[in-house]
Structure formats: structure tokens, C-alpha cells
């Protein structure tokens, strides 16, 4: 069964840093791109940030270019989004989501979100 | 970047009603797009992809067609589980884009 399951959301104050985590299960994490795909409270799907197989290629939304960044261990089948100069516009449940293939295609599958709200 | 439209933003229909989604690319995205589900405080969940493949599991009264710039979502019996909703995604280049989904609502 494949599970994704995302830590790391929570209160931030403007200006500061998180770290999003995605532990998967259930597949070949090393040979699927991954991505995170965001909604803020009330509003539609966001895709944020991808990444392929071996990490060697990332994407971003213009919105958290030099903000975001994504990686991946493939070796703790985990994947990460470090979010550094948050702002309140970030706030939203933040989704980690499976691709089934190494490159970008759709989304397969996603994990249940995890909130992270920018306020002071 | 590729903009996805949707229409109509709301649709108020009823049991049994056939429902069509319509979604459009503001380029040519060949039949890379996918549907999702998505009910109030859960994930989306994946319907079609590459325009009218059905995925596993999902009821054969959802469907998908088009290719190109336009593209539709039927469900052709509406049932009460269906009331959500509904996105289309295009993955022909990064970044990808969502439409701004349609909700389905009781009539």
C-alpha cells in the first residue's frame, strides 16, 4: 500500500523557516519523481515545487523560486521542502505528492497534508 | 506558463444528472492532463490521466475527453458520492498548473 506521510508543518512567524518532510512507503521511492502541491485556506490547488528521480532536476512555482527548496534521500525514502523567508501569502496545507514515473507526469497518489500558517 | 481555465467555477445538479466540466489550456498540452476528486478536508484524489485514461478503481460513469487546448470531464450519472470537487491538472512542461476546480453541489 503506498502511504505518504508529511511532518513538519506548523506556526511561522514572517520571515522564518521551515522544513516540510514526506516519508514514504509502498514503492520504489528511488526511481519516482516526487512533488509538493499547496492550498491556502479556502482556494484551489497550487502546485509548489518537483523533483525526478535521482534529484538531479528540481522545479519551482515562480512564486518560492530562491525561497524553496526541495530535495530528496532516497536512501531514508524521504522527501523534503525547506521554506526559508515565509510569508503570509505560504500559508496553506501543503501536500506531498507521488508521481508515477522518474520524470514529471500526473499524480498518482498524496499525502494527507500538513498545515503551515505564517502569522505573527 | 500554461494556464488552465475551468468553467463553470460551480455546477448544481442532481442524482442521476449527466455533468460535463470543461477545461482549457491557454496552449496545446497535447492529452497530458489529468482530473481529480477532491472532497472538503481530504486529498485530492486522481480520476483520469493523460485526458481520458481512467484510473484504477475509479467508477466507469466518470470519463474523460479532448486533447490539445480543450478538454471535458462527464459523469454520467451524478450519485450522491460524487458531490465534491473537481480539478484538471496539464503535466506537458514544468510548472505545471491546475484549473481553479469546479464544485459540484446539490441542486
Known amino acids: 500500500e503506498v502511504q505518504l506521510l508529511e511532518s513538519g508543518g506548523g506556526l511561522v512567524q514572517p520571515g522564518g523557516s521551515l522544513r516540510l518532510s514526506c516519508a514514504v512507503s509502498?514503492?520504489?521511492?528511488?526511481?519516482?519523481?516526487m512533488s509538493w502541491v499547496r492550498q491556502a485556506p479556502g482556494k484551489g490547488l497550487e502546485w509548489v515545487s518537483g523533483i525526478n528521480d535521482n534529484g538531479g532536476s528540481t522545479y519551482y512555482v515562480d512564486s518560492v523560486k530562491g525561497r524553496f527548496t526541495i530535495s530528496r534521500d532516497n536512501s531514508k525514502n524521504t522527501l523534503y521542502l525547506q521554506m526559508n523567508s515565509l510569508r503570509a501569502e505560504d500559508t496553506a496545507v501543503y501536500y506531498c505528492?507521488?508521481?508515477?514515473?522518474?520524470?514529471?507526469?500526473?499524480?498518482?497518489?498524496w499525502g494527507q497534508g500538513t498545515l503551515v500558517t505564517v502569522s505573527s | 506558463d500554461i494556464q488552465m481555465t475551468q468553467s463553470p467555477s460551480t455546477l448544481s445538479a442532481s442524482v442521476g444528472d449527466r455533468v460535463t466540466i470543461t477545461c482549457r489550456a491557454s496552449?496545446?498540452?497535447?492529452?497530458?492532463l489529468a482530473w481529480y476528486q477532491q472532497k472538503p478536508g481530504k486529498a485530492p484524489k486522481l480520476l483520469i490521466y493523460k485526458a481520458s485514461s481512467l484510473e484504477r478503481g475509479v467508477p466507469s460513469r466518470f470519463s474523460g475527453s479532448g486533447s490539445g487546448t480543450e478538454f471535458t470531464l462527464t459523469i454520467s450519472s451524478l450519485q450522491p458520492d460524487d458531490f465534491a470537487t473537481y480539478y484538471c491538472?496539464?503535466?506537458?512542461?514544468?510548472?505545471?498548473?491546475f484549473g481553479g476546480g469546479t464544485e459540484v453541489e446539490i441542486k
Open positions: 509502498g514503492f520504489p521511492f528511488n526511481i519516482k519523481a
Open positions: 496552449q496545446s498540452i497535447s492529452y497530458w
Open positions: 491538472q496539464h503535466y506537458y512542461s514544468y510548472p505545471l498548473t
Open positions: 505528492a507521488k508521481i508515477p514515473a522518474p520524470y514529471n507526469d500526473y499524480i498518482d497518489y
